[in-house]
């Protein structure tokens, strides 16, 4: 497998440097590329190779067998990845310690390699990377659109993983498309991971990277005063879980908040975890493991920075909920949404049919994600704008 990887990576290293797909198998659990360096350019600036103009025509995206039996609705494109995915040959997470878990292949490796099969063009590099710690054992990487002259509205970015796996670079790809669609710097946070670091960490330093930015969105052509937050699956829970640790604290609230198919809850018998309960890639077993990896026991589930939907939501910005319907968390974001309605915070709530998690980040070959996209970043550019 690690030969097969290095072989891809010297074959599309250019472009997989503006997305940062094969650098989540790195064994750098922060993502720490080539060229990431404290308060310098990172490496993710790369362009095209030459010979990209003359590459083949691309090719619609097709899956090879059979839809699985956990999703019989599951659109073409979103299967083709899943079976791309299954080829790599990971192993159930559910089954390895952490550190064997972040070096399995990823849905980004197998998107990549999709790509590449199919002669689908890497997008062009729009943004200008850099990364600084902003306290021990935190990094980010901060986006910021290319020829900005500033001040610019402020995204704080969280990655997904079950606050376990993944990194800066396996979510690269959504934090671009989210880039593109906003014209806003996006800072994407490399918070502290289980189980060597149980919970609150993750969220602590989640909200400590806030408290950063505000303090110092200015020397990087941000707009202090005009922050948003986003996440993805255990991001989408750190985003929300920010905005009420700001309210709490009394701390600038944000502009707005946009959470991807956010785990919101405890409870792993909801109508989605009983549905999607064998669903790719994500499935009810992984997430007893995260949380399992993440919480130190079974109390700390019902915290109100964990079970959202059971905390109280009152004062918290505009929010924007999206779900799919093949994973175990869509009744988390939908009750997320609902609970964030009867708080009376202004929601937009969408889910996407035939796709499962993490599909926001595949706009390359999966429609549904483009979709997403341009809806998580128009909600996110109108809120920023006002």
Known sequence: ????????????????????????????????????????????????????????????????????????????????????????????????????????????????????????????????????????????????????????????YYHGGGWVIANLDTYDASVRGLVDQTGAIFVSVAYRQAPEHKFPTAHNDSFGAYQWVLKNAASFKGDPANVAVAGESAGGNLACAVSMMARDKKVQLPKHQLLVYPIAGYDLNTPSYQRNAQAKPLNKAMMGWFFDKYLRSAADGKSPLISLVSANLKGLPAATVITAELDPLMSDGQMLADKLKAAGVPVKFQNYDGVTHEFFGMAAVVPQAKEAQALGGGELKAALMK
């Open 1 to 156: 497998m690690a030969e097969k990887l290095h072989s891809l990576a010297a074959r599309w290293a250019a472009p997989v440097a503006a997305l940062g797909l094969l650098a989540a198998c790195s064994n750098n659990p922060n993502g720490e590329s080539a060229g990431d360096a404290a308060a310098t350019t990172d490496s993710a600036t790369t362009t095209m190779p030459a010979d990209t103009a003359s590459a083949a025509a691309p090719k619609p995206v097709q899956p090879t067998g059979a839809k699985p039996a956990w999703g019989p609705s599951i659109k073409p494109e979103m299967q083709a990845v899943i079976e791309t995915l299954a080829g790599l040959g990971g192993k159930p997470i559910e089954t390895l310690t952490a550190p064997e878990a972040r070096q399995q292949p990823t849905p980004a490796d197998a998107v990549m390699k999709l790509m590449q099969q199919n002669n689908i063009p890497m997008p062009p590099v729009t943004a200008d990377t850099m990364s600084r710690v902003v306290m021990p054992g935190v990094k980010v990487r901060i986006y910021t659109p290319k020829n900005a002259t500033g001040p610019l509205p402020v995204v704080v």
